[in-house]
């Protein structure tokens, strides 16, 4: 089973920055970030594939940068120019090892909270 450990949550003012990170205990097909606020779906917000394909929500297009370290199974999540409605439980997500079918289940990291103030 593949483990996920987060950390870099925490409160911040509005404008500020964030660095999130997630290192699988394994090498991860596409590892990424989703968000969600008490009361709203969980959404997508970056995910980098072992192969450095990208993709960002629109909602943080230019603020934010997904980038991995393959060597070390993590990726990182820059958070810059934060707003309020940033405010979330950032969840790391791992949809299969890179030597595992595509019907292997996705594995989600424990979340770590992010709060803008504003």
């Known amino acids: 089973q593949v483990r996920l450990v987060e950390s870099g949550g925490g409160l911040v003012q509005a404008g500020e920055s964030l660095r999130l990170s997630c290192t699988a205990s394994?090498?991860?097909?596409?590892l990424g970030w989703y968000r969600q606020v008490p009361g709203k779906q969980r959404e997508l917000v970056a995910t980098?594939?072992?192969?450095?394909?990208?993709n960002y929500a629109d909602s943080v297009k230019g603020r934010f940068t997904i980038s991995s370290d393959n060597a070390k199974n993590t990726i990182y999540l820059q958070m810059n120019s934060l707003k309020p409605e940033d405010t979330a439980v950032y969840y790391c997500?791992?949809?299969?090892?890179?030597?595992?079918?595509?019907?292997?289940?996705?594995?989600w990291g424990q979340g770590t909270l992010v709060t803008v103030s504003s």
């Open positions: 997500n791992a949809d299969r090892p890179v030597w595992a079918a595509p019907s292997y289940f996705e594995v």
């Open positions: 394994e090498r991860i097909n596409r």
């Open positions: 980098i594939t072992s192969g450095g394909r990208i």
